[in-house]
C-alpha cells in the first residue's frame, strides 16, 4: 500500500497539473476541479492505487473541505441573502427539498434506491465553494447574474446542513433541532469575541495589525484559529464540520464586513493552492469506477433526477425575477450553475455510509454525478454565455438599487 508521503506527492503533482492543462483548454471550458477529481480517481485505490487515504491525508482533506465552506461564507453578502434575492432563493429550494422527498419516496417503494432522506438532501444541494473559483475567473461574481447564482449557492449550501444535522443524525428530530440551537449559540458566542476584542482603538486590533505583515501573521492565524475552534464546536456537538466552517465564514465577514484584500489574498493562496486541492482530489480517490460503470443507469437517473429536482426549480424561480429580467440564456445558465453539486453530495453520502443506510458502492455513483455536474453543467453555462454582454454589463448595479 502507498505510504503517505507517496500519496501526497502524487497529490502534490496532480495540484499543480490541473490547473495548466486547464489552461490550455479554449475558454475554460474544463474547471480545474473537474481535472483534479478525474486525476484523483485515476491515481487513487480503484484504479492505479498510487495514492490512499490515510490520518495525515484526512486531516488535510478535512482542513481543505473547511476552508472551502469557509470561503464561501465569507463571500455570502447578509444584506443581499436576507433580501429579495435571498428569499426568493429559500423559497425555490424548500421548493426543491419538497420534490426531492417526494421523487425519492416514489422511488424507495419501487426499490430501486435506499437511504432516501440522504438522497433527497444531496438532490438539493448546490456547490457554491465549488463555483466560487469559476465564477471569479469567468469575471460573474460582481455581476447581476453572479449575485442570483450566489444566492441560490448559498441557500443551497446551508439548508441541506441543516437538514443533514436534523434528519440524519442518530438522535431525534426534537433533540437534533435542540443540538443545532445550542450549536448557533455556542457560533455566535464565539463571534461576539473577535467584535468586543477588534473594536476600533483596542490596544489588541493595534497588535494585530502590526503583526499581519510580519512572520506572525496575526490576522491569517486568527482566520484558522476560528475556523479549527468551530469545526471542533461542531464536531463535539456531533454536527458536520461543513456548518462549523460556514459559520466561520459568516463570523469573518461580520468582524470585516467590508472585507480585507491582504487578507484574502493570503487566505486564497493558502486554501486554493494548497488545501483545497487536496479535498478535490482525495474526493476523486474516493470513486469506485469500477461501481460506476456497472450501474451506468442509476449515474444517469440521479443526474436527470438533478435537473429536475434542482435546475427546473431554479429556472422557473429565475423566469419570474421581474428585476434583473434576464434572457432566456441567462435564466438556464443560472440553472446549471445551481444544479452543480459535489462537496455536500461527498459529505451526505459519507454520513449515510458511515450509518450504514448506504452501500460504498452506491456513494460511489452519487458522487460520480456530482462530479459530472461539476464537470458539464459549468461548461454549458460557459458555453451558453457565448459573447454575450448583457451579464457584464449589470456589474456595478448595487444590489440595493435592483432591490428598489
Not at 57 to 82: C, S, Y
Not at 94 to 118: D, Q
Not at 144 to 167: C, D, Q, S, Y
Not at 193 to 199: A, E, I, K, Q, Y
Amino acid at each position: 500500500m502507498p505510504s503517505s508521503e507517496a500519496s501526497l506527492f502524487w497529490i502534490a503533482v496532480i495540484a499543480v497539473l490541473a490547473p495548466l492543462l486547464a489552461g490550455f483548454v479554449p475558454r475554460r471550458l474544463v474547471p480545474e476541479v473537474v481535472l483534479l477529481l478525474v486525476l484523483g480517481m485515476v491515481v487513487g485505490p480503484n484504479v492505479l492505487n498510487w495514492a490512499v487515504d490515510g490520518s495525515e491525508v484526512d486531516l488535510l482533506r478535512e482542513l481543505g473541505l473547511g476552508m472551502l465552506f469557509l470561503l464561501a461564507g465569507f463571500e455570502i453578502d447578509v444584506e443581499e441573502i436576507t433580501g429579495r434575492g435571498g428569499r426568493r432563493a429559500l423559497v425555490t429550494w424548500l421548493f426543491s427539498l419538497g420534490a426531492a422527498f417526494a421523487a425519492v419516496l416514489l422511488l424507495g417503494h419501487t426499490g430501486a434506491i435506499t437511504a432516501e432522506i440522504a438522497v433527497a438532501i444531496a438532490l438539493t444541494s448546490t456547490a457554491l465553494g465549488t463555483l466560487l473559483p469559476i465564477l471569479k475567473d469567468s469575471g460573474l461574481q460582481n455581476t447581476a447574474l453572479g449575485r442570483t447564482v450566489m444566492n441560490h449557492g448559498a441557500i443551497g449550501e446551508l439548508g441541506p446542513v441543516v437538514a443533514m444535522a436534523v434528519l440524519l443524525g442518530s438522535r431525534g428530530d426534537i433533540e437534533s433541532v435542540v443540538v443545532l440551537a445550542l450549536f448557533v449559540v455556542v457560533a455566535v458566542a464565539v463571534g461576539m469575541v473577535p467584535l468586543w476584542v477588534f473594536r476600533e482603538g483596542s490596544r489588541v486590533l493595534a497588535v494585530v495589525q502590526r503583526g499581519s505583515d510580519t512572520t506572525a501573521q496575526t490576522t491569517v492565524r486568527l482566520t484558522m484559529l476560528l475556523l479549527i475552534t468551530l469545526t471542533a464546536v461542531a464536531t463535539a456537538f456531533g454536527l458536520d464540520i461543513i456548518l462549523g466552517a460556514f459559520a466561520a465564514g459568516f463570523i469573518l465577514r461580520r468582524v470585516m464586513p467590508e472585507g480585507d484584500e491582504q487578507l484574502e489574498t493570503k487566505l486564497g493562496g493558502l486554501a486554493f493552492g494548497f488545501l483545497i486541492p487536496i479535498f478535490f482530489v482525495t474526493s476523486g480517490m474516493s470513486i469506485d469506477i469500477a461501481a460506476v460503470l456497472s450501474a451506468p443507469g442509476a449515474l444517469v437517473a440521479f443526474l436527470v433526477l438533478l435537473l429536475l429536482v434542482r435546475g427546473v426549480p431554479v429556472f422557473v424561480a429565475t423566469r419570474l425575477d421581474r428585476v434583473d429580467n434576464f434572457s432566456t440564456r441567462e435564466q438556464m445558465r443560472v440553472a446549471l450553475y445551481a444544479t452543480t453539486g459535489l462537496p455536500l453530495i461527498v459529505a451526505v453520502t459519507g454520513v449515510a455510509v458511515e450509518a450504514g443506510e448506504m452501500s460504498s458502492a452506491n456513494a460511489s455513483i452519487l458522487v460520480a454525478a456530482g462530479a459530472i455536474t461539476v464537470l458539464a453543467l459549468p461548461m454549458l453555462a460557459t458555453v451558453l454565455g457565448g459573447d454575450e454582454a448583457s451579464a457584464a454589463s449589470r456589474t456595478h448595479r448595487p444590489p440595493r438599487e435592483q432591490e428598489s
